[in-house]
Nanobody
Framework: QVQLVESGGGLVQAGGSLRLSCAAS????????MGWFRQAPGKERESVAT????????YYSDSVKGRFTISRSNAKNTVFLQMNSLEPEDTAVYYC????????????????WGQGTQVTVSS
């Protein structure tokens, strides 16, 4: 059974930082590109960042480029999202996702999703 379990969300003031983690089980982690998506109230889910199966290739949405960094530890079956300079507009439920294959721009549908973790940025 595939499980993606996110952690690290919470409440932070604007300008602050959070680090999200997503632990994967039930899959051969290195077979999958990984990504982070988010959904704000009343909005559609959007791609935030993705990372290729070995890590060197990453994609970011324009809204987070330069502020967020995605990384992965294949030894720990974990993907991370370091979020700096957070803005109230970053408030959303953040989802971890996995897609079979070497790389992923975020446009194609994921194969697996986590349950999400809430990030709230106060002004």
């Amino acid at each position: 059974q595939v499980q993606l379990v996110e952690s690290g969300g919470g409440l932070v003031q604007a300008g602050g930082s959070l680090r999200l983690s997503c632990a994967a089980s039930g899959v051969t982690f290195t077979d999958y590109a990984m990504g982070w998506f988010r959904q704000a109230p009343g909005k559609e889910r959007e791609s935030v960042a993705t990372i290729s199966w070995t890590g060197p290739r990453t994609y970011y949405s324009d809204s987070v480029k330069g502020r967020f960094t995605i990384s992965r530890s294949n030894a720990k079956n974990t993907v991370f999202l370091q979020m700096n300079s957070l803005e109230p507009e970053d408030t959303a439920v953040y989802y971890c996702a996995a897609k079979y294959g070497t790389s992923w721009s975020g446009g194609e549908e994921a194969d697996y999703w986590g349950q999400g973790t809430q990030v709230t940025v106060s002004s």
